[in-house]
């Protein structure tokens, strides 16, 4: 379904893809894996006919570089935060449906099917950030592509809407679609990928599955913690009188544990009265997109 060979992409003297070779399968549901600036975003860009590139790459049998717009028409998108008008849901379905060719029944199938038939009368401004991410993944499935690209897709959203983004595009694979996706979150590699690419500097360093990832990569296991703003000061606080190494993100913090202390941060905020409003394991090379947005 695709198949890159010696993949090259440069900027200036900077090498962003060097030499990469890969091919998925159709029905597959693979993970590109790897830190900030390893070269995931700019594989999906190529895939996708978007940019330039040395070597070659086909999708649907189709060569990326000689007919870029018949190889997309294959690939439904979805990018980490979707910008839409200020119109409706439905409204809006029909103006990528126009856009795309794609005949109008179809907007009550990817309604149904991305569970946003209840909400389609409201503007997309009143939506959460995890509907705004499924009506991008109906926008991907308005003319019913084999296969779709989605880039960290679920980095923005809060702890239930990753898992019900998760949810349905795993409902898509096992109906049939080829997914290709970036992630930064091994729970997610589990749940949602039947395989791994794992880049670094532009290279592909590994192929593996995703139960093989945490041992072969060395990866910590983090908690993330959301609390509320008038916390924040003193979640630091505590968390630096308790030694936790720790990141924050937005509203939440990120707080290594080992497999055995996985409460330990969490007891240590009980003790100082603090309310966790949310919680995450999150498994991997902690490598954050830029501060949340929730």
């Known amino acids: 379904m695709i198949v890159a060979k010696n993949l090259t992409k440069r900027y200036g003297k900077v090498v962003a893809l060097n ?17 900030n600036g390893a070269g995931k975003t700019t594989t999906l860009r190529c895939l996708l006919g978007i940019q330039g590139f040395e070597g070659e790459m086909t999708v649907n049998g189709i060569d ?17 935060e979707a910008a839409f008008y200020d119109l409706t849901v439905t409204e809006t379905l029909y103006f990528y449906a126009a856009l795309k060719k794609a005949a109008r029944q179809r907007i009550h199938d990817v309604l149904e099917q991305v569970q946003l038939s209840a909400h389609s009368d409201k503007r997309v401004n009143m939506l959460s950030g995890g509907m705004k991410q499924r009506l991008a993944l109906a926008v991907a499935l308005l003319a019913d592509p084999p296969i ?23 409902a898509f694979n096992e109906a049939g679609k080829t997914i290709v996706f970036s992630s930064h979150r091994l729970d997610e590699v589990i749940a949602l990928g039947s395989r791994v690419l794992v880049l670094e500097d532009g290279r592909l360093a590994l192929e593996c599955h995703p139960f093989e990832l945490a041992e072969k990569r060395g990866l910590h296991r983090w908690l993330r913690i959301w609390v509320s703003p008038q916390q924040r000061e003193i979640t630091l606080k505590v968390l630096d009188e308790q030694g936790f190494m720790y990141l924050p993100n937005g509203r939440s913090f990120y707080v290594r544990v080992n497999s055995g202390g996985k409460i330990a941060p969490l007891r240590s905020l009980e003790m100082a009265n603090i309310p966790v409003e949310d919680f995450d394991l999150v498994d991997g090379e902690l490598a954050l997109p830029g501060e949340s947005h929730d």
């Open 64 to 80: 990326v570089r000689r007919n870029g717009k018949a190889a997309r028409a294959a690939v439904g998108y979805v990018p980490q």
């Open 148 to 170: 779709l690209v989605l880039d960290e897709p679920t980095a923005s959203l809060d702890v239930q809407a990753q898992r019900d983004f998760i949810r349905a595009v795993r």
């Open 19 to 35: 030499d990469v070779s890969f091919a998925i399968a159709a029905g597959e549901s693979v993970a590109l894996w790897g830190a």
